[in-house]
C-alpha cells in the first residue's frame, strides 16, 4: 500500500514561484509514474502534469507548459512539482497520485493513491 503526502502548499501573488512536494511511502517507489492533479474551485479534477518512474519522460497539460516542471528524486521517495509564473487561474488543491494503468497519462482514472492535496492560492 503506498500513501502519499503533499506539502508546499500556500498563499503567493501573481508572477510568483511554489514548489510542491509529495513524499511516498513504501516499496517500489521508483517503479511508479506519478502525476499531479489539481480541483479548481467548483470544478473536477483535472491533470497536471506526470512523469515516468526513472524520470525520462514527462507530461504536462497545455495550460502548464511552460510554467510548470516535474522532478522526482527516487533516492527520497519524492516527487516535485515547481510551480513558476503562477496565475490566479492556478488557485486549486493539487493532488499527486500513482498511475496505475499503462493507458492515458491525462485521465483522472488511471490514477490512485490520492494524497490528502495541498491548497494553492495566487493572489492578483
Known amino acids: 500500500q503506498v500513501q502519499l503526502v503533499e506539502s508546499g502548499g500556500g498563499l503567493v501573488q501573481a508572477g510568483g514561484s511554489l514548489r510542491l512536494s509529495c513524499a511516498a511511502s513504501?516499496?517500489?517507489?521508483?517503479?511508479?509514474?506519478m502525476g499531479w492533479f489539481r480541483r479548481l474551485p467548483g470544478q473536477e479534477r483535472e491533470f497536471v502534469a506526470a512523469?515516468?518512474?526513472?524520470?525520462?519522460?514527462?507530461y504536462y497539460a497545455d495550460s502548464v507548459q511552460g510554467r510548470f516542471t516535474i522532478s522526482r528524486d527516487n533516492g527520497k521517495n519524492t516527487v516535485y512539482l515547481q510551480m513558476n509564473s503562477l496565475k490566479p487561474e492556478d488557485t486549486a488543491v493539487y493532488y499527486c497520485?500513482?498511475?496505475?494503468?499503462?493507458?492515458?497519462?491525462?485521465?483522472?482514472?488511471?490514477?490512485?493513491?490520492w494524497g490528502q492535496g495541498t491548497q494553492v492560492t495566487v493572489s492578483s
Open positions: 497520485a500513482v498511475k496505475i494503468t499503462y493507458s492515458s497519462w491525462y485521465r483522472e482514472k488511471e490514477y490512485a493513491y
Open positions: 513504501g516499496r517500489g517507489f521508483s517503479s511508479y509514474a
Open positions: 512523469i515516468t518512474g526513472g524520470g525520462a519522460s514527462t
